[in-house]
């Protein structure tokens, strides 16, 4: 990866998640003070996102399983946040050599850089479904944020479908807080889970966290099923969702009713500020996605950027935390101060440990590519747009448009307001599908500017 001379004038870091702050803490403690920018109002990052001002619910009810390591984040933050200029509620949407573009609150302006750090995180990662368009439709990760910052549930009774941890750890919250939860369904088979064993005992503690998450899921009496294929969300435009239909492990069809969905596959990088900054990515054959490349210590292929967490590989908060750590003693290495090696070998043990894990997460629940086929015609692909399966696979067909980015500029999907988060990676496997190749094969959607929407009424501040 590449190095080059740097000043330690202006660090900056975007992302106050586990990464960011630890990678802020490690930083402070050396005796550089970076710039902390991040999107949300509060610090925390998503799994440990704070409640909003006011607010006042114990940290059992709000993070669970995850109270104590979200209170002792929250601690560290808290004594490093006057040493550092933090900068909340702040969008950064584009970039260019040495200069992130930024609004908040409206009002845009830049920050200069002579090193920039990537702590950007994760989305949800989703299969589309006939009628997932419906009002009621979640990702997991918006039904959880709706819990933790609202303390609200996203519907009355509620199903939870996809595959992945976070889809036994929302489950869970929803139903500790008291929601009703109407059923659990997941798309990997039991068997997957046996053959991923010997892989997640790399982290026994975190393989017990989640059985204890089942357990206490049957413990309420709340139906779970495994391997199952889903059908179709049910319901119409002017009430909503109203039901959900899938194929049993059995090969039975079963309906639950409900009032709300949330949906969702493991998760996502968030990789747009990297691709603009032009740092390389690879094929993750064992999640099946394209995840930035970076050395083992968080050097990406551009000089003097940077990346740790789930934006560069998806490994949890745990990892999160450990590479916050690396990833600033990589940057002090480059900027040649001295080092702590000892440190950075534990950071670097304890990581090789998670990906191990990592590896078995893939094995034991693993990417329903094969439902991107057999989606029906008349299934939408892109919500933002409103884009078919029928409409893409024509693309394909009728264009030639065997690329992604292609394929976008034919037929618009991927050109919605979530600019491909929720749909890109189904649209390729609907077009790697059609056109007979590989999902590697037909690329990815590169990042644009800006990154998330902006208001026409952005004013520009100096900086």
């Not at 930083?27 to 902390?36: D, E, T």
Request: glycine fraction near 10%; charged fraction near 20%.
């Amino acid at each position: 990866m590449a190095t080059a001379r740097l000043s330690s004038n202006k660090v900056v870091i975007v992302g106050a998640g586990p990464a960011g702050i630890r990678c802020a803490e490690t930083l402070l403690a050396a005796g550089v003070k970076p710039i902390l920018i991040d999107e949300n109002r509060r610090d925390g990052g998503q799994i440990y996102r704070r409640q909003p001002e006011g607010f006042t619910r114990d940290y059992p009810t709000l993070y669970g399983t995850e109270a104590t390591k979200a209170r002792d984040l929250h601690l560290s933050f808290d004594r490093l946040r006057g040493a550092i200029d933090y900068r909340p509620d702040t969008l950064v949407w584009n970039l260019t050599p040495g200069q992130l573009c930024c609004v908040s609150q409206g009002k845009h302006s830049t920050v200069d850089y002579d090193a920039l750090i990537l702590c950007t995180g994760a989305t949800d990662r989703l299969m589309p479904i006939e009628g997932w368009q419906l009002a009621g439709t979640y990702s997991l990760g918006g039904a959880q944020i709706a819990l933790k910052s609202q303390a609200v549930s996203i519907g009355h009774s509620v199903v939870f479908m996809g595959s992945g941890p976070l889809l036994y750890l929302v489950a869970s919250q929803y139903v500790k807080a008291g929601a009703n939860v109407a059923a659990v369904l997941d798309t990997s088979p039991l068997s997957k889970r046996i053959l991923a064993m010997p892989k997640l005992l790399a982290r026994p503690g975190l393989l017990f966290t989640g059985m204890k998450l089942l357990a206490q899921l049957y413990q309420a009496k709340i139906p779970v099923h495994l391997g199952i294929k889903p059908q179709q969300v049910l319901g119409d435009a002017a009430s909503g969702v109203s039901g959900v239909r899938v194929s049993t492990a059995r090969g039975e069809t079963l309906t639950v009713n409900c009032d709300a969905v949330a949906l969702g596959y493991h998760l996502r990088p968030e990789t747009q500020l990297a691709d603009l900054a032009g740092c390389r990515l690879r094929f993750d054959e064992a999640s099946s996605q394209w995840l930035l490349a970076v050395d083992e210590d968080g050097r990406t292929s551009v000089s003097g950027v940077y990346a740790a967490g789930d934006g560069s590989k998806i490994r949890g908060a745990d990892a999160a935390e450990h590479a916050g750590r690396l990833v600033a003693m990589a940057l002090l290495e480059d900027l040649h101060q001295p080092l702590n090696a000892g440190l950075r070998d534990e950071q670097r043990h304890a990581l090789a440990v998670m990906d191990q894990f990592r590896l078995g997460l893939a094995q034991a629940f693993p990417w329903p590519s094969a439902q991107a086929k057999a989606l029906p015609d008349a299934a939408i692909v892109c919500r933002c747009e409103m884009i078919s399966a029928g409409e893409l696979r024509r693309t394909v067909s009728e264009k030639g448009a065997c690329e992604v980015n292609r394929a976008k500029a034919f037929s618009r999907v991927g050109m919605g307001r979530c600019q491909g988060r929720y749909c890109s990676q189904a649209g390729a496997e609907v077009i790697a599908a059609a056109a007979g190749v590989s999902v590697q094969q037909v690329g990815r959607q590169r990042g644009q500017a800006p990154v998330k929407p902006l208001s026409m009424l952005t004013e520009e501040v100096s900086p």
